[in-house]
C-alpha cells in the first residue's frame, strides 16, 4: 500500500516544530508551560506578569544602590554614610573637604573601583548570558570563546616584549586580545557548509583556549618580571584601578549595552532551533556574529580592566532565568543587575573577611560561585537551553 505524499509529509513538518515529541518547546511554549495564566499569546509575558518583573528591576536597582554605598563604606578604614554622602556634596549642608582624609579615600580609592565593579559585573553577566544564547549551552561563559585566554597573552606579550607597564596599558591590549581571539575562533567554526554552529564554537574556542595559554605559560617561564607583573593583573581585581580606567571601560561598555539591546529577540528567535529561526526569516549566521561582536565589546572590555573574573558571566544569567523565564530580553536586564551586585558584594566581603588586608575579587567570586552553581546543578535547574 502506498502512502499519499501528503500524509507521510505530515510527521516530518510536525517533527520540525516543538510539539509534544518534536525536539524541544519554543520560547512561546515554555513559557506558557510554567505558568498559564502569566502568558499571551506570542509566549510574551501579560500585562500583570510583566509588572511584577518591573518590579523585580526596581527592587534590585534599590539593592545595586545599597551594595554600591557598602563598598564606599567599608574597607580597611571604615567610614560612617554621613561621611560617604558628605563626599558628594559641593553645595548647601554637606560640603566635599579635599583636606579631608576620609573624603580623599572615598574619591581616590573607592569610586573608581566601586563604578569599575558596576561596569565590569553589566559586562560579565550580559555577555554570559549572550554566550549561553548564542550556543545553546547552559554551561557557556564568555572564557568559552577564549576572551581570557587572548586577553592574558596580549597582556603578557605587551609586557615582556613592549615593556608596558600601566593598568591603562594593559586596558587597550587586553581587549584587542580578547577581539582578536574571538574572531580567530569565529572564522574557524565559520568554515563549512554548516557554518558557525554552537558544536563548533565550542570545539574551536576550547582549542583556542589551549593553544593561547600554552604560549601565555610560555612567556612568563623565560620572564620573571613579567610573571610579576601579570600575576596582579590575573587574579581579577578592582582595586588599584583609577578613573582613567573607568572612563575607558565606560566607553566601551556603554557601546555593548547598545548592540545587546536588540540581541534579546536574536536570541529568542535562535533558541527555536536553527531551522524555525529561519522560516521567521531571520538570517542566523548574521545574527550569531551580531551577538558575538557584543560579547567580544562587553567582555573584552571587562577582562582587560579588571582581569579574568570567574563564575559571574556563569552563574548569573541562570539565576536570572530562574526568576524570568526563557525570554532573554528580561534575561539580559535582570543579568545586568544581578551581575554587579554579585561583583560588588565580593569585593566587600574580600575586604571583610581579610581585615585589614583584603582578597581580590577575583578569589571572592569564585569561592561564592562554585556553591551557588551546585546548587543550581543540584535542583536540577541547569538543562539544555
Not at 357 to 375: C, M, N, R, S, Y
Request: charged share 15%.
Amino acid at each position: 500500500m502506498t502512502i499519499p505524499r501528503s500524509a507521510e509529509s505530515e510527521p516530518r513538518r510536525g517533527s520540525d516544530c516543538p510539539r509534544g515529541d518534536g525536539p524541544g518547546p519554543t520560547v512561546a511554549d515554555s513559557t506558557a508551560a510554567a505558568d498559564p495564566a502569566t502568558t499571551v499569546p506570542g509566549g510574551r509575558p501579560s500585562p500583570r506578569r510583566a509588572l511584577g518583573l518591573g518590579a523585580g528591576l526596581i527592587g534590585l536597582g534599590l539593592v545595586l544602590l545599597l551594595a554600591v554605598l557598602a563598598g564606599l563604606a567599608v574597607g580597611t578604614r571604615p567610614i560612617p554614610l554621613s561621611v560617604v554622602l558628605e563626599a558628594f556634596s559641593h553645595d548647601g549642608f554637606w560640603t566635599f573637604d579635599p583636606a579631608d582624609g576620609d573624603h580623599l579615600v572615598i574619591h581616590e580609592m573607592r569610586l573608581p573601583r566601586t563604578l569599575l565593579g558596576i561596569l565590569a559585573g553589566v559586562a560579565l553577566g550580559v555577555a554570559g548570558a549572550l554566550m549561553q544564547g548564542v550556543t545553546r549551552n547552559p554551561l557557556a561563559d564568555p572564557g568559552i570563546l577564549g576572551v581570557n585566554a587572548g586577553a592574558a597573552f596580549f597582556v603578557v606579550t605587551a609586557i615582556s616584549v613592549l615593556g608596558v607597564t600601566s593598568l591603562t596599558g594593559y586596558v587597550w591590549f587586553g581587549f584587542a586580545g580578547a577581539a582578536a581571539s574571538v574572531l580567530v575562533i569565529y572564522g574557524i567554526a565559520a568554515m563549512g557548509r554548516e557554518g558557525a554552529t554552537p558544536l563548533k564554537l565550542a570545539l574551536a574556542g576550547a582549542a583556542m583556549n589551549a593553544a593561547l595559554s600554552s604560549l601565555t605559560t610560555a612567556v612568563l617561564v623565560t620572564d620573571d618580571a613579567a610573571f610579576d607583573r601579570f600575576r596582579f593583573w590575573q587574579v581579577g581585581a578592582l582595586a588599584g584601578r583609577g578613573m582613567d580606567v573607568v572612563t575607558q571601560a565606560l566607553i566601551f561598555v556603554c557601546a555593548g549595552l547598545l548592540i545587546a539591546l536588540v540581541c534579546g529577540r536574536l536570541l529568542n528567535a535562535l533558541s527555536l532551533g536553527e531551522d524555525l529561526a529561519r522560516s521567521l526569516g531571520r538570517d542566523v549566521g548574521r545574527d550569531r556574529l551580531f551577538v558575538l561582536i557584543a560579547v567580544i565589546v562587553l567582555c573584552g572590555t571587562a577582562t582587560a580592566a579588571a582581569g579574568p573574573i570567574g563564575f559571574v558571566g556563569l552563574a548569573v544569567p541562570h539565576v536570572a532565568r530562574l526568576i524570568t523565564g526563557p525570554d532573554y530580553r528580561w534575561i539580559l536586564a535582570y543579568s545586568a543587575l544581578l551581575a554587579p551586585i554579585l561583583l560588588l558584594t565580593a569585593d566587600v566581603l574580600g575586604r571583610v573577611v581579610a581585615h585589614p588586608g583584603e582578597l581580590q575579587v577575583g578569589l571572592v567570586t569564585a569561592v561564592l560561585g562554585a556553591p551557588l552553581f551546585i546548587a543550581l546543578i543540584r535542583r536540577r535547574r541547569l538543562v539544555e537551553l
